[in-house]
């Protein structure tokens, strides 16, 4: 299993960046992947999902309305669309990947993950 993220970058307050994670050695159809983020100092934190099987998606309250979670399953890749983007969204963020059935207040936490990508960085700055 191996997830690759690239998208990241530098914009601007209210730009737009999109992240893509491209699976390996297994198809999204049976996972639940995640996308996560970690600022400096702080510890890493859940901001989407989406589920392989039916295409659910959820967010954390604080990217709600400006970021969407999509997949493509020709592709076998996860996007994250970050638009309306604020210096607090300054991060590295990961993709992850699990099989398992989560709880609802389990969807976005990184301890019930067991596939992650490298990480990489979306800084947004003036």
């Known amino acids: 299993v191996q997830l690759v993220e690239s998208g990241g970058g530098s914009a601007q307050p209210g730009g737009s960046l999109r992240l893509a994670c491209a699976a390996s050695?297994?198809?999204?159809?049976?996972?639940?992947i995640g996308w996560f983020r970690q600022a400096p100092g702080k510890e890493r934190e859940g901001v989407s999902r989406?589920?392989?099987?039916?295409?659910?998606?959820f967010y954390t309250d604080s990217v709600k309305g400006r970021f969407t979670i999509s997949k493509d399953n020709a592709k076998n890749t996860v996007y994250l669309q970050m638009n309306s983007l604020k210096p607090e969204d300054t991060a590295v963020y990961y993709c992850?990947?699990?099989?398992?059935?989560?709880?609802?207040?389990?969807?976005?936490?990184?301890?019930?993950?067991?596939?992650w990508g490298q990480g990489t960085q979306v800084t947004v700055s003036s």
């Open positions: 992850a990947a699990d099989s398992r059935v989560h709880r609802y207040s389990d969807y976005l936490n990184p301890i019930q993950y067991d596939y």
């Open positions: 050695g297994f198809t999204l159809d049976y996972y639940y």
């Open positions: 989406i589920s392989g099987v039916d295409s659910d998606t």
